[in-house]
């Protein structure tokens, strides 16, 4: 595990609580004005309150990596695409020019001028093109508690659930960055057994906390991913709100699992936390019984990593968000190496940029519960906001707000946060 330099420090004024310390270095794509046109977007790094323009850098020589230029692109897939010795050149080189002992950029007003932005004046975009999506069940309380409301207490896991990571495939169509209004989703719910269903729009809409895993290096297909290399195959991570419509998928889940009532909105964080940065929170995940097969079982017993996680719930017109969860990454039973080794166990190809969610994240107690299926536990126990409103799910005008952060001797590095709206449904006609 490596330690963190407590000496290292930069030239620009961060504040203490900043997810965005010289030790992170998060990437994302930006662009300086509210043009979407992909001529506009590049590459940038957060650092405090300002965005580091790494595409200006490159054209200035500071930033010369083999095989570029990556940076004036409107993705990171490249630059992610090029490999684990550009990682580290690009972080290296990037921790020295922002130093505060450096003064390339430090006394350099003119080319400040030209690489600093604020971020409030920037407009943040998905930083990776997503060939693929899949999201996991991971989370041993969150699947517990799932399993307790719908089935029976005493068998709340299903018999593979302690075997393997459970996930399905969804669609990276509706990968969306943070700030992009969801529209809540209509479809087939089912209120009453004996009757044929009905369509409207969800009743239902639950956020899921999650965080997901950037693909940074792929395999051939036919050639699965050995779980003690699984670490070198992750560029970073990212917040994920895997939007959920709860009584859409409780009718048509059956017999192949989630589908349309998980495929409307999957809202992920701007910033790309590199694993590098996230290294010196390394901890063990919980102990996994029975022992794993031999294919999952991993030599670094330091497999998962201490991330605080929060829930805020924002209702239209107010000024205030109140707090309705707060956990940590810690909880998940299933690491991402073992999630990515059993993706690809019979072959699949997995590629650069491709997306893959935690499942939602649950803590042992009712505040740590991840989503909002748990903390009102089935609408059974509203939750009271504050102003007095009251929430089981999500209701139109609400506003979603996730955000997560490590900590350790006075050193930050978090990930910012992803907002989502909730727009009303839209209007059908079918008689048209």
């Not at 921790?95 to 604020?118: E, M, P």
């Not at 693929?132 to 799932?146: P, R």
Request: charge should be negative; hydrophobic fraction near 35%; aromatic fraction near 10%.
């Amino acid at each position: 595990m490596s330690t963190i330099d407590k000496d290292l420090t930069s030239f620009i004024d961060i504040a203490a609580d900043s997810d965005f310390s010289i030790h992170n270095l998060p990437y994302g794509i930006f662009s300086d004005t509210k043009d979407s046109a992909d001529n506009n977007r590049r590459a940038g790094v957060a650092i405090g309150e300002q965005v580091l323009d790494l595409s200006v850098l490159e054209a200035e020589g500071l930033l010369s990596l083999t095989g570029g230029p990556y940076f004036d692109q409107p993705t990171l897939n490249a630059f992610i695409d090029s490999g684990r010795d550009n990682w580290t050149k690009a972080r290296t080189t990037i921790q020295t020019l922002l130093s505060s002992d450096n003064g390339t950029l430090r006394d350099n007003a003119d080319l400040q001028a030209k690489v600093l932005f604020k971020q409030a004046d920037v407009t943040m975009h998905l930083p990776v093109q997503v060939p693929g999506f899949t999201d996991f069940y991971s989370s041993k309380e969150h699947a517990t508690n799932v399993g307790t409301m719908f089935r029976d207490p005493k068998n709340a896991l299903l018999p593979n659930w302690t075997e393997m990571p459970v996930g399905y495939n969804g669609r990276a169509s509706t990968v969306i960055v943070s700030g992009t209004d969801v529209i809540r989703p209509s479809g087939q719910l089912k209120p009453n057994a004996d009757e044929r269903p009905i369509f409207l729009p969800c009743k239902r809409l639950d956020f899921e906390l999650e965080t997901a895993f950037v693909v940074g290096r792929g395999n051939d297909i036919g050639q699965p991913i050995a779980v003690d290399a699984a670490a070198d195959h992750i560029f970073g991570m990212v917040l994920l709100n895997d939007w959920s419509a709860r009584d859409i998928q409780k009718w048509e889940y059956v017999p192949l699992g989630p589908f349309n009532a998980k495929t409307f909105a999957s809202e992920v964080s701007p910033w790309i936390v590199t694993m590098d940065a996230l290294t010196p929170f390394k901890i063990a995940c919980p102990t996994q019984e029975p022992k794993p097969l031999a294919y999952l079982n991993e030599k670094d017993s330091n497999n998962s990593f201490d991330i605080h996680l929060s829930v805020e719930l924002l209702p239209e017109n107010s000024d205030e968000a109140t707090v309705v969860c707060e956990t940590n990454f810690k909880y998940m039973y299933w690491s991402m190496a073992q999630q990515l080794t059993h993706h690809t166990i019979t072959g699949c190809k997995v590629e650069v940029g491709d997306m893959m969610g935690s499942g939602t994240i649950s803590g042992p107690t009712p505040d740590s519960y991840g989503s909002m299926l748990e903390i009102a536990w089935n609408a059974t126990k509203p939750v009271t906001l504050k102003g007095g409103e009251t929430r089981s799910f999500i209701e139109d005008g609400d506003t979603v707000i996730m955000k997560g952060y490590s900590e350790k001797d006075g050193i930050r590095v978090g990930f910012g946060e992803v907002r989502g709206k909730v727009l009303p449904a839209l209007s059908f006609d079918f008689d048209k």
